[in-house]
C-alpha cells in the first residue's frame, strides 16, 4: 500500500509539472477547462490527484463561468473541497473582476462599452439568483459606484426607484446605468424590466439625473433595452 502509495504520489507531480511546463511554454490556452482547474487546486492540496476534482466540480456547476461565480457554500459542499481550495478558485474570480472592474473604471463609460460588457458578464451571467446592480457616473460618464443593490430569488429580484434615486442624490450622480440579471439564460426583457425602468428614467429626469441604459445579462448574451428602443 506504501507503494502504491508513493508512485501515486510520484505520477501525479510529474502530471503536474507537464502542466506547468504547457502553461510556462504556450500559456493558458493550451490548457483545457479541466486542467487550468485541477492545476488551481493543485496548489491548494498539493499531494492528491485533483483531477477527478476539477472535472466534478466543472460537472456541477456547468463550466468555468459557474464555477468561478458559485458562491462559497455551494462549492464547499462539493465532496473533496476544503476551505484552502474553495478560497483558491474564489480569490482567482476576485482577481479577474479587479482587473476587468478597473478596465471599466479607467475611461468613460459609454466609450468603453465592450469592458463593461466583459465585467457584468464575467460577475452575472451564470449566478443562480437575480442580482440587481446600479453602475453610477459623475458628469463625464466615468464610473463613481458600482452599486450591488442585492440579490433575490431565482427568478425576480427587486429594484425599488426610491432607493435608487436616493442613493444617486447621495452620491452625486449624473447618470446611471441599471443592471441585473436572467438566471434562466435568456436574456429577454419582461414587462417588469421595462416599467421600473421608465419609472426610475421618470423620477430621475426631476432632478437632472439620467438613464443611459439598462442592461439584462444572462448566460445566452445580453440584452440593452436603450438599443432595442424601450426606454
Given at each position: 500500500m506504501a507503494e502504491q502509495d508513493a508512485k501515486a504520489a510520484h505520477d501525479g507531480a510529474?502530471?503536474?509539472?507537464?502542466l506547468r511546463q504547457k502553461l510556462a511554454?504556450?500559456?493558458?490556452?493550451?490548457?483545457?477547462?479541466?486542467?487550468l482547474i485541477e492545476y488551481l487546486l493543485a496548489l491548494a492540496i498539493p499531494?492528491?490527484?485533483?483531477?477527478?476534482?476539477?472535472?466534478?466540480l466543472l460537472r456541477e456547476f456547468g463550466g468555468i463561468g459557474g464555477l468561478m461565480t458559485a458562491d462559497w457554500q455551494a462549492i464547499?459542499?462539493?465532496?473533496?473541497?476544503?476551505d484552502t481550495s474553495v478560497a483558491a478558485i474564489?480569490?482567482?474570480q476576485a482577481t479577474a473582476l479587479r482587473m476587468l472592474r478597473n478596465e471599466v473604471a479607467a475611461r468613460p463609460v459609454l466609450a468603453n462599452w465592450q469592458a463593461l460588457l466583459d465585467y457584468l458578464r464575467a460577475d452575472m451571467a451564470h449566478l443562480g439568483v437575480e442580482r440587481v446592480r446600479v453602475l453610477h457616473l459623475n458628469s463625464r460618464n466615468m464610473l463613481i459606484r458600482d452599486d450591488h443593490m442585492g440579490d433575490g430569488s431565482i427568478d425576480q429580484a427587486a429594484i425599488y426607484t426610491r432607493e435608487v434615486i436616493r442613493r444617486a442624490i447621495d452620491l452625486g450622480s449624473a447618470a446611471l446605468i441599471l443592471v441585473h440579471n436572467h438566471p434562466s439564460g435568456d436574456p429577454s426583457p419582461s414587462?417588469?424590466?421595462?416599467?421600473?425602468?421608465r419609472q426610475i428614467i421618470d423620477a430621475g429626469k426631476r432632478l437632472n439625473i439620467s438613464v443611459h441604459d439598462h442592461v439584462?445579462?444572462?448566460?445566452?448574451?445580453?440584452?440593452?433595452l436603450r438599443a432595442k428602443g424601450l426606454l
Open positions: 510529474g502530471h503536474r509539472a507537464r511554454d504556450a500559456g493558458g490556452e493550451a490548457l483545457l477547462d479541466h486542467e499531494r492528491r490527484d485533483t483531477k477527478p476534482l476539477a472535472k466534478l464547499a459542499r462539493v465532496p473533496g473541497m476544503g474564489k480569490i482567482v414587462r417588469q424590466d421595462i416599467d421600473v425602468t439584462i445579462i444572462a448566460g445566452q448574451g445580453h440584452v440593452s
